[in-house]
């Protein structure tokens, strides 16, 4: 999937994740959170397994984590992701690559 457009996914609330997308020539992973020493790898680690999963190869992806499980993370990705592309809910793969 290619990023057209800035795409906004989730909140500020704790628990919860804020994941902003947008167009760029490379991959870039911005992180900031309130965990960022005890659980950072794995934030940095769910989100690049969920691009690549959707097979997003550049963007820059922003993600502002209040304490959200990984769940929560992939879901805030995938809905900025495809928010970026266009897709309405009728045009998700629910039954392919969302998993």
Known sequence: MIIEKSAVAGTLESSDAQVTVEPADTLELEIQSSVLNRYG????????????????RTGRI????????????????????????GQSESGIPWKGIIR
């Not at 790898?41 to 997003?56: G, P």
């Not at 959200?68 to 970026?84: G, I, M, N, P, Q």
């Open 41 to 56: 790898r794995q934030i940095r680690n769910t989100v690049l397994e969920t691009l690549n999963r959707l097979d997003v």
């Open 62 to 85: 922003a993600v502002v984590d209040q304490g959200a499980l990984d769940c929560t993370l992939k879901a805030r990705v995938e809905c900025a992701v495809f928010r970026s592309c």
